[in-house]
Nanobody, 121 residues
Framework: QVQLVESGGGSAQPGGSLRLSCTGS????????MSWVRQGPGKGPEWVSG????????VYADSVRGRFTCYRDNAKTTVYLQIEDLKPEDTASYHC??????????????WGRGTQVTVSS
């Protein structure tokens, strides 16, 4: 079954806002911390935010603190990332990860941008 599904992304102008959602299924959602990571064009994953299982202690990367708000509604098995005052450098694919934010912050610190593999005919 589907574990996590992100939604809410799209195009926006600088200074605009978006609310990203991550809905879980097939997991004990209310018992699991959640983190948000993003990956921009040509970049490796960057940890941006996270929250504890009960919704307490939201944390943020320095680059997004004050603009991003992470919170969750366990009754809806959904974690949110409210983004305000969008900047061009926020352009990325955003993913939610069922791991503690401190762990994702450490992991992404060493995660490079990779090397492209292209298969074509």
């Amino acid at each position: 079954q589907v574990q996590l599904v992100e939604s809410g992304g799209g195009s926006a102008q600088p200074g605009g806002s978006l609310r990203l959602s991550c809905t879980g299924s097939g997991i004990t959602f209310s018992q699991i911390p959640m983190s948000w990571v993003r990956q921009g064009p040509g970049k490796g994953p960057e940890w941006v935010s996270g929250v504890q299982a009960d919704g307490s202690r939201p944390v943020y990367a320095d680059s997004v603190r004050g603009r991003f708000t992470c919170y969750r509604d366990n009754a809806k098995t959904t974690v949110y990332l409210q983004i305000e005052d969008l900047k061009p450098e926020d352009t990325a694919s955003y993913h939610c990860v069922p791991l503690p934010p401190h762990l994702l912050r450490q992991l992404t610190a060493y995660w490079g941008r990779g090397t492209q593999v292209t298969v074509s005919s």
